[in-house]
Structures are given as C-alpha cells and as structure tokens.
C-alpha cells in the first residue's frame, strides 16, 4: 500500500517539474541594432584606450623619519597578551 503512495508521489513530482520547466521564460537574445550599439561602444572604448599613452605605474613616495626604519610585524608580542600556561606531566 505504502508502495502505491510512494510511486503517486514520485509521479506527482514528476509532473510538478514538468510544468514549472514548460512555465519559465528563455532568456531574450539581442536583436541586431542593440548588437550594433554594443559593438560602437566597445571600439569607442578601445579607440580611446589605445590614444592614452603607457605609462608606468607611479609609486607612492613615503619620506622616512631620521631614525626610525620601517616595520613589516612587530618581532616581540604586544604587551597585555597572555599565554597559556605550560602543563605540568604528570597533574591531571
């Protein structure tokens, strides 16, 4: 009996995805005016890129303060950090 329900529900199912696939709309494909005005665009944009000359990329100067050096990481933890303390063998 449970056999029976099992299989009308598979079908139910079935049918459910068959519709809601038959209901979704396909996307819309450009027509060949919209192509068009992409395609003016993208040589627009490719025409003025090509009329911008290469240069190279400008670092940003840092003037560096008598005395010090720069730091990537701080070698020593930061005060006010604790660790764990070590266990002791044989405590439980």
């Not at 809601?20 to 025409?47: D, G, H, R, T």
């Not at 890129?49 to 008598?66: D, H, L, N, W």
Request: glycine share 6%.
């Amino acid at each position: 009996m449970t056999s029976v329900l099992w299989i009308g529900v598979v079908i139910a199912l079935a049918g459910f995805v068959i519709v809601l696939k038959a209901c979704v709309p396909k996307p819309k494909k450009a027509q060949k005016w919209e192509k068009a005005n992409i395609m003016k665009q993208l040589l627009a944009l490719s025409e003025s890129e090509s009329a911008i000359p290469a240069s190279a990329p400008s670092r940003k100067k840092t003037r560096a303060v008598a005395g010090t050096r720069p730091v990537a990481f701080p070698r020593t933890p930061a005060r006010g950090v604790s660790r764990p303390a070590p266990s002791q063998p044989g405590r439980c």
